[in-house]
């Protein structure tokens, strides 16, 4: 599978989008979402769309491709745990694209952490316990 061999980032675009971001997204070297042989190990079945861990996004995506909605999916392979790096790759490539924020001549930019992050992994141990 690509997916594990190159970067972790992938794109999906609904057709309506497609016409005008496709060259856009392809000059900053992103991949398209790979889709999947709907039978593993048999290369002519279907080809299928498959995102792990993707909660409803397919579906979502699949709604607006049927509906003619423009939507983008952008999205990063990452592991359980401490997510906080792969959230600032995943904004940052969006920069790339969208222009959010000017980019500093040297550096990245700086991005403002939620305040809910703080508790990312729970509160601390209560002082009150020692």
Partial sequence: MVCLRST?????LTPSLQKEEAPRVEELGWREMERISAF????????????????????LYTDCCTEGISMAVVLIFC??????PDAFALVNHLNDWLHLLEKPAQGSVQWRVPPSWRLLFGSGIPPLLF
Avoid at 40 to 59: F, H, M, N
Avoid at 79 to 84: H, L, T, V, Y
């Fill in 8 to 12: 972790p980032l992938r794109y999906l």
């Fill in 79 to 84: 592991s359980e745990g401490d997510n906080i």
């Fill in 40 to 59: 593993p190990g048999v290369s002519d079945s279907e080809q299928r769309l498959y995102i792990p861990g993707g909660g409803v996004t397919k579906a």
